[in-house]
C-alpha cells in the first residue's frame, strides 16, 4: 500500500527555490489502477520518481507498505525499486546491444539471490507481453510497441507489487498504445498495483481511479466510471481497419 | 554471487563496444610489451654476466701490472709485479687459498716444423692449475719440480695443439718458442671461447722459471691470481692486498697505483657497461607509456559514463547501488588493462623470439616479468578506472531518465 501525506518537493537552485510538488496526500490500495494526470510541467514524473524510491520528496512522509521510505538510505532503496517496483518509461530505456532476453534479466543481475530458473522468468515474462518468440532479438530490430513490451517484461522479472509507468503510451501509435494497455489490464486482473502517469484522458480511462494534478497538487481524486476496454477497443481498431 | 554477475555486465559491454575497448587497451598492450621486452633482454644481459663472472672465477681475484681502471691483460711496460708479492700476499693476507703468480706474453710466435701459431704464453706454478681449474687432458701439468729445474717443457692448448699437430700425438714432441726448444708435455682440456668470443684454447703454460728466464728474460710477473676460500671475505683482502701493495712498492694513495686488482664484482660492472643505465632509461619510458596510456583510458572511460547515462540511470532504477555501478566500471577498466597486459605480454614474447632468432642479443623470458606486468595492469586500471568510475556511481538517477 502506498500513503503519501503532505508531500512535498521543491528544488532550489541558485536560490530560487521552486515548489513543484506541494501538499499530496493519498492513498493507493494494493491492487489499485490509477491514473495520474496532468498537464506538461505540473510535477507528474515527480510524484512518480518519488513513489519509485528513485527521489526523494523535500517534505511530508511517503510510506511503502510499513516502510517509512524517507528514512532509507541509498542501498535499501535500491533494493526496494529491485524487488518491490517494476518500471516503465515513456522511452523504453532498453540497453541498445543486447538482446530482449538480456535485457529482461537486468533486474536480476541486482537482486539478492539470482533465482536458477532465471531464464525460465525471463521467457514466462517475454510470454506475458506476447514477445517469446522475439527473445534473441536486439531493441533495434523491434518497432516502438515491442520496445515497449520488453521494457514491461523487464518489470515483471522480479514479480513487483506495483507497476509504475511514466508515459508509457507516448512514443506509441494508437494501436500499440492500446496494445500495452491491454498488457496493463491483465497484470491488474493478476493482482498488481499499477500507477500510470499520462495527459491524455482516453489512455487515463483505462485506470479505475484518476488522479489530477494542477500545478503541483492535486485538483481532482475520482473513480473512472465507465473504465475502457482495451480489448474491445483493439477488436473495434481491428474492425474499423478491415473494413 | 551478485559482484560475480556484474562483472559479467561490464566484460558484456567492452564486448559489445570492441573498437572503444581496443582503443582503451591500446597503451596497455604498448606499454607491457615494451617492459616484457626490456625486462627479457635486463634478464639475458644479467645472465650473460654470471657467465663471465662463472668463467672468471666467482672466488678468484686477479693481481694485474699496471695502474688505471682497466681490465687484463697486463701492461707489459710495467715492471714492478713480482714473485716476491705474490708471496708476501700469500703470507699477510687470511683466508686465502691460492696465490699464483703467472708471467705473461700476449702474442708469442710458436713453430714446430713448418707450422707455425701465434699464442699466449703463460709462465706459470704448478698451483695454476687449481687457481684456474684448469688441468691437462692428456699428458702432464706443470710440477714444483719443473719449475725447480727450469725445465724446457711446455703444456698447450687445444687450438695450439690442432694448429701444430693436426690429429697427430703432441705429447713428447718438441716445439720452438722464440728458437728456444720445448717439449710438449701435456695438453690442457679444451675451455671453449668467452661470451665475448675470446679463445682460450690459444694459450700454453710453461713453468715460471723457465718462462722467465729462458724465454722472456725478465725478473716481474704480468699478474697474480688469488683464490679465496670464502667469497665473503673477498671486499677485506682487496683492502688489505691492495695497502700491502702500497707498502711494498711505496706508493701513497694519491699516487698512481702500479698495479690493478680485478674482481668478480669488477668482472661484473664491466660486463653490465652501460647496459644498466639503459634499462632504466627504457623502463622509465614503460612507465611513461603506461602512464598515458592510463590517461588515455581514463578519458575514454569518462566519456563513455557521459554518453551511457541512461544506461547507468536505468541500472539504478532497476535495482543497482551505487557501489554496483562503481564496480561494473572498475570492471570494464580492469578487464581492458588485464586482457591489455595479456595481448602485451603476449607481444612481447614475440617480439622476444625474434631478437632471439634474428640477433645475437641476449634475451631470456622470466615469469618476474610477467607478475610485474600484471601488477601494472590492475594498478593502472584501478588509478585510472576509480575516477571514471565513481563518476558514473555518483550520477542521480533521476537527472540521468528524464
Ligand atoms: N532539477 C530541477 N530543478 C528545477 N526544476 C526542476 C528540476 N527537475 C524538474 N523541475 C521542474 O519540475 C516541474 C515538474 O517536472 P516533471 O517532469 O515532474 O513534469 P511532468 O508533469 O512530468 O511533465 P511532462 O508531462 O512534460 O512530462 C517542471 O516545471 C520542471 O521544470
Ligand atoms: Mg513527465
Known sequence: ?243 | MKIRRIIGQGVQSLNANRLRSFFMMAGTIVGIAALTTIMALGRGIEKKVMQQVETFGPRAMMLIAGGGKDMPPPDTTVTTLTVDDARAIQKQVSGIEIVSPMAWRFRINVKRDVHQYQAVLWGVEPSWHAAWNWYAAEGEGITNEDVATLARVCVIGQTIKRELFGDEDAVGKRIYVNKKRLVVKGVLSKKGSSPMGTDFDNRMIVPITTAMRRLLNVDYVGAVRIITRDAGQMPRQIKEIRALMHARHHITPPQEDDFRIVSPVAIAKMARGTSRTLSILLIALVGLSLIVGGVVLMNILLISVGERQKEIGLRRAVGATRRDILSQFLTESLAVTFIGMLIGSGLGVAIILFLKKATRIPVMISWESFALSLAFALLVGTFFGVQPARRAASLDPVETLR
Do not use: W
Request: charged share 30%; proline share 3%; net charge negative.
Open chain 1, 1 to 243: 500500500m502506498i500513503a503519501v501525506e503532505n508531500l512535498g518537493k521543491t528544488y532550489t537552485n541558485a536560490d530560487v527555490a521552486t515548489a513543484v510538488l506541494k501538499d499530496i496526500n493519498f492513498r493507493i490500495a494494493k491492487n489499485e489502477y490509477v491514473a495520474i494526470m496532468g498537464t506538461s510541467g505540473t510535477g507528474k514524473s515527480t510524484l512518480m520518481n518519488i513513489l519509485g524510491c528513485l527521489d526523494k520528496p523535500t517534505a511530508g512522509s511517503y510510506r511503502l507498505d510499513d516502510t517509512d521510505v524517507n528514512s532509507l538510505d541509498d542501498d535499501a532503496l535500491s533494493h526496494l525499486r529491485n524487488h518491490k517496483i517494476g518500471f516503465v518509461f515513456q522511452q523504453f530505456h532498453l540497453l541498445e546491444r543486447a538482446t530482449a532476453a538480456r535485457n529482461v534479466l537486468l533486474p536480476l543481475i541486482y537482486a539478492a539471490e539470482y533465482p536458477e530458473d532465471a531464464d525460465q522468468r525471463a521467457r514466462q515474462a517475454l510470454s506475458a507481453v506476447g514477445l517469446v518468440e522475439r527473445m534473441q532479438y536486439k531493441p533495434n530490430a523491434l518497432s516502438g510497441g515491442q520496445q515497449q513490451r520488453v521494457a514491461i517484461a523487464r518489470a515483471l522479472i522480479n514479480d513487483p507489487e506495483i507497476i509504475l509507468a511514466d508515459e508509457p503510451t507516448g512514443n506509441l501509435d494508437r494501436r500499440s498504445g492500446l496494445g500495452i494497455m491491454a498488457i496493463f489490464r491483465k497484470l491488474h486482473r493478476q493482482g498488481r498495483t499499477i500507477v500510470l502517469v499520462t495527459h491524455d484522458q482516453a489512455v487515463a480511462e483505462h485506470a479505475r481511479r484518476i488522479i489530477v494534478l494542477k500545478d503541483g497538487r492535486i485538483d481532482e481524486d475520482r473513480v473512472v466510471e465507465n473504465q475502457r476496454d482495451p480489448e474491445v477497443e483493439l477488436d473495434a481498431f481491428t474492425e474499423k481497419e478491415d473494413r
